[in-house]
Protein backbone atom coordinates (compact mmCIF):
# COMPACT_ATOMS: atom_id res chain seq x y z
CA UNK A 1 0.00 0.00 0.00
CA UNK A 2 1.62 3.58 -0.63
CA UNK A 3 0.27 6.33 1.20
CA UNK A 4 1.32 9.88 -0.39
CA UNK A 5 1.52 12.98 1.85
CA UNK A 6 1.98 16.54 0.67
CA UNK A 7 4.04 18.32 2.95
CA UNK A 8 5.07 22.22 2.52
CA UNK A 9 8.39 23.90 2.51
CA UNK A 10 9.74 27.15 3.05
CA UNK A 11 10.55 27.50 -0.58
CA UNK A 12 7.14 27.72 -1.68
CA UNK A 13 6.12 24.68 -3.20
CA UNK A 14 5.41 20.95 -1.80
CA UNK A 15 7.09 17.34 -1.98
CA UNK A 16 5.07 14.36 -2.53
CA UNK A 17 6.69 11.17 -0.48
CA UNK A 18 5.74 7.98 -1.54
CA UNK A 19 7.88 4.43 -1.83
CA UNK A 20 9.52 5.64 -4.75
CA UNK A 21 11.16 9.40 -3.75
CA UNK A 22 10.46 12.36 -3.52
CA UNK A 23 8.94 14.83 -6.11
CA UNK A 24 9.06 19.27 -5.54
CA UNK A 25 5.80 20.37 -7.11
CA UNK A 26 4.72 24.24 -7.02
CA UNK A 27 1.94 24.34 -4.81
CA UNK A 28 -1.76 24.15 -5.86
CA UNK A 29 -3.04 27.25 -4.02
CA UNK A 30 -0.18 29.43 -6.65
CA UNK A 31 -0.59 27.58 -9.44
CA UNK A 32 -4.25 27.65 -10.39
CA UNK A 33 -4.49 24.18 -9.87
CA UNK A 34 -8.77 23.06 -8.65
CA UNK A 35 -8.83 21.32 -5.81
CA UNK A 36 -10.14 17.85 -5.63
CA UNK A 37 -14.30 17.05 -4.85
CA UNK A 38 -16.67 14.32 -6.04
CA UNK A 39 -15.78 14.35 -9.39
CA UNK A 40 -12.36 12.82 -9.14
CA UNK A 41 -11.75 12.29 -5.02
CA UNK A 42 -12.01 8.31 -6.04
CA UNK A 43 -10.38 7.59 -9.55
CA UNK A 44 -7.14 6.80 -7.76
CA UNK A 45 -4.69 9.10 -9.41
CA UNK A 46 -1.70 9.76 -7.32
CA UNK A 47 -3.53 14.01 -6.42
CA UNK A 48 -6.39 11.72 -5.26
CA UNK A 49 -4.43 9.67 -2.23
CA UNK A 50 -2.62 12.57 -1.42
CA UNK A 51 -3.04 13.79 1.81
CA UNK A 52 -1.60 16.88 3.99
CA UNK A 53 0.81 17.66 6.85
CA UNK A 54 0.88 20.61 9.21
CA UNK A 55 4.02 20.06 11.11
CA UNK A 56 3.15 23.03 13.59
CA UNK A 57 -0.65 23.35 13.57
CA UNK A 58 -1.55 26.66 15.73
CA UNK A 59 1.90 27.45 16.26
CA UNK A 60 1.89 30.99 14.85
CA UNK A 61 -0.31 33.13 12.33
CA UNK A 62 1.28 31.08 9.30
CA UNK A 63 1.81 27.96 11.84
CA UNK A 64 5.56 28.51 10.93
CA UNK A 65 5.00 28.99 7.34
CA UNK A 66 2.74 26.42 6.43
CA UNK A 67 0.63 29.07 5.21
CA UNK A 68 1.52 32.18 3.54
CA UNK A 69 0.26 35.42 6.28
CA UNK A 70 -3.08 36.06 7.75
CA UNK A 71 -5.40 38.04 5.60
CA UNK A 72 -3.35 38.04 2.74
CA UNK A 73 -5.10 36.63 -0.98
CA UNK A 74 -2.44 33.63 -0.62
CA UNK A 75 -3.44 32.90 2.24
CA UNK A 76 -7.23 33.16 1.96
CA UNK A 77 -6.61 30.88 -1.09
CA UNK A 78 -4.64 28.17 0.91
CA UNK A 79 -6.96 27.50 3.08
CA UNK A 80 -10.02 27.40 1.09
CA UNK A 81 -8.31 25.26 -1.09
CA UNK A 82 -7.36 22.37 1.47
CA UNK A 83 -10.46 23.16 3.07
CA UNK A 84 -12.01 21.35 -0.20
CA UNK A 85 -9.48 18.93 -0.66
CA UNK A 86 -8.93 17.89 3.00
CA UNK A 87 -13.03 16.69 2.17
CA UNK A 88 -11.64 13.55 0.79
CA UNK A 89 -8.05 13.18 1.83
CA UNK A 90 -6.29 12.83 4.81
CA UNK A 91 -5.12 15.72 6.64
CA UNK A 92 -3.07 15.65 9.96
CA UNK A 93 -0.08 17.54 11.90
CA UNK A 94 1.28 17.40 15.02
CA UNK A 95 1.74 21.11 17.14
CA UNK A 96 4.92 22.35 17.83
CA UNK A 97 4.58 25.15 20.20
CA UNK A 98 2.36 26.36 22.72
CA UNK A 99 0.83 29.71 21.16
CA UNK A 100 -2.66 31.39 22.65
CA UNK A 101 -4.91 32.00 22.20
CA UNK A 102 -4.49 30.09 19.08
CA UNK A 103 -3.36 26.94 20.05
CA UNK A 104 -6.26 27.29 23.00
CA UNK A 105 -9.45 24.97 22.52
CA UNK A 106 -11.90 27.21 20.67
CA UNK A 107 -8.97 27.89 18.01
CA UNK A 108 -7.95 24.31 17.84
CA UNK A 109 -11.39 22.73 17.17
CA UNK A 110 -12.13 25.38 14.64
CA UNK A 111 -9.17 24.67 12.46
CA UNK A 112 -9.29 20.34 13.00
CA UNK A 113 -12.95 21.22 11.61
CA UNK A 114 -12.02 23.21 8.82
CA UNK A 115 -9.85 21.04 7.45
CA UNK A 116 -11.34 18.17 8.28
CA UNK A 117 -7.89 16.35 10.66
CA UNK A 118 -7.61 12.72 10.36
CA UNK A 119 -4.80 12.82 12.99
CA UNK A 120 -2.63 14.30 14.79
CA UNK A 121 0.79 13.26 17.24
CA UNK A 122 -0.32 12.29 20.17
CA UNK A 123 3.03 12.92 21.71
CA UNK A 124 4.24 16.25 20.52
CA UNK A 125 3.58 19.53 21.69
CA UNK A 126 2.94 18.23 25.19
CA UNK A 127 2.45 21.33 26.42
CA UNK A 128 -0.12 22.24 23.55
CA UNK A 129 -2.15 18.90 24.27
CA UNK A 130 -1.51 19.22 27.86
CA UNK A 131 -3.58 22.24 27.77
CA UNK A 132 -6.45 21.05 25.67
CA UNK A 133 -7.28 18.47 28.73
CA UNK A 134 -6.53 21.12 31.02
CA UNK A 135 -9.62 22.94 29.04
CA UNK A 136 -11.45 20.21 28.57
CA UNK A 137 -11.57 19.56 24.80
CA UNK A 138 -9.35 16.87 24.51
CA UNK A 139 -11.92 14.34 24.60
CA UNK A 140 -13.84 15.95 21.72
CA UNK A 141 -11.01 16.53 19.89
CA UNK A 142 -9.49 13.25 19.96
CA UNK A 143 -13.68 12.02 19.14
CA UNK A 144 -12.82 14.27 15.76
CA UNK A 145 -9.92 12.57 14.68
CA UNK A 146 -9.99 9.71 11.96
CA UNK A 147 -13.66 9.68 10.88
CA UNK A 148 -13.12 9.05 7.41
CA UNK A 149 -10.83 6.06 8.14
CA UNK A 150 -12.66 3.08 7.24
CA UNK A 151 -11.46 -0.41 6.58
CA UNK A 152 -13.50 -2.57 3.90
CA UNK A 153 -11.80 -5.80 4.29
CA UNK A 154 -8.33 -7.51 5.71
CA UNK A 155 -6.70 -10.24 6.08
CA UNK A 156 -4.57 -11.15 9.56
CA UNK A 157 -2.77 -14.36 10.62
CA UNK A 158 -3.08 -16.02 13.47
CA UNK A 159 -0.46 -14.46 15.14
CA UNK A 160 -1.76 -11.03 15.25
CA UNK A 161 -3.73 -9.83 18.17
Given at each position: MTIYCMY????????LFDDVGVTVYELPSTSGAEAIDESNAFDGSDIARTGHHNDCFLASDTDYGTYDAPYSHSHTEEYDYLSQETKYTPMGGETC???PPRSDCEKAKEEL???HYTYLNSGYNEYVLNSWISEGCMLEIAARLGYRLLLKSGSFGIGAA
Open positions: RNANGGFAVSNDIF
